[in-house]
T-cell receptor, first 112, second 117 residues
Framework: ELKVEQNPLFLSMQEGKNYTIYCNYSTTSDRLYWYRQDPGKSLESLFVLLSNGAVKQEGRLMASLDTKARLSTLHITAAVHDLSATYFCAVDISFGNEKLTFGTGTRLTIIP | GAVVSQHPSRVICKSGTSVKIECRSL??????MFWYRQFPKQSLMLMAT?????????EQGVEKDKFLINHASLTLSTLTVTSAHPEDSSFYICSARESGGVFYEQYFGPGTRLTVT
């Protein structure tokens, strides 16, 4: 059974600081997704990582994937209040079926 | 960009009644749609995979007779919660994959919040 774990579950950080959210998964996969969810809302797609060593950046967020370590990271640079949300990683191991298994989520709160 | 809608966005129903939730792909055709459930402050759990013109594939532990899924066209999938009970109260989110599109892209709907009283 595929397990996807995120660390930390809760993160409270000050504006301007840097931090990293970790996503570990238990089964080989070459595709990993990062999503953002605001309270009461659905998911917003942030990144799709498709190969080992993939790195993508958008604004203050940067995601990377190490398929050998079964680890993805979401790095936040110089956090701003607007980044407060819950972040989920998701893994797809069923090639051709695209069934996603979501991580536990990280609730990020940026304190002014 | 690809847009997925859900209707209704919120629904309150009495215990024992049935509720139908619609998921539509607005500007693309979707052979495959997925239904997820999210309890408060928890992650998303895949309930079932819906394929146009065929029976849905349910995940382990999901009662197929309680959560009826119909994918009658390439743009519409419906989830019917039958004989709803308070424990079915949750946030239901659908997603859709574009037919012939990029294989790894899924587009998520805005979600439907179901409250069973």
């Amino acid at each position: 059974e595929l397990k996807v774990e995120q660390n930390p579950l809760f993160l409270s950080m000050q504006e301007g600081k840097n931090y990293t959210i970790y996503c570990n998964y238990s089964t080989t996969s070459d595709r990993l997704y990062w999503y953002r969810q605001d309270p009461g809302k659905s998911l917003e797609s942030l990144f799709v990582l498709l190969s080992n060593g993939a790195v993508k950046q958008e604004g203050r967020l940067m995601a990377s994937l190490d398929t050998k370590a079964r680890l993805s990271t979401l790095h936040i640079t110089a956090a701003v209040h607007d980044l407060s949300a819950t972040y989920f990683c998701a893994v797809d191991i069923s090639f051709g079926n695209e069934k996603l298994t979501f991580g536990t989520g990280t609730r990020l709160t940026i304190i002014p | 960009g690809a847009v997925v809608s859900q209707h209704p966005s919120r629904v309150i129903c009495k215990s024992g009644t049935s509720v139908k939730i619609e998921c539509r792909s607005l500007d693309f055709q979707a052979t495959t749609m997925f239904w997820y459930r999210q309890f408060p402050k928890q992650s998303l759990m895949l309930m079932a995979t819906s394929n146009e013109g065929s029976k849905a594939t349910y995940e382990q532990g999901v009662e197929k007779d309680k959560f009826l899924i119909n994918h009658a066209s390439l743009t519409l999938s419906t989830l019917t919660v039958t004989s709803a009970h308070p424990e079915d109260s949750s946030f239901y989110i659908c997603s859709a994959r574009e037919s012939g599109g990029v294989f790894y892209e899924q587009y998520f709907g805005p979600g439907t919040r179901l409250t069973v009283t």
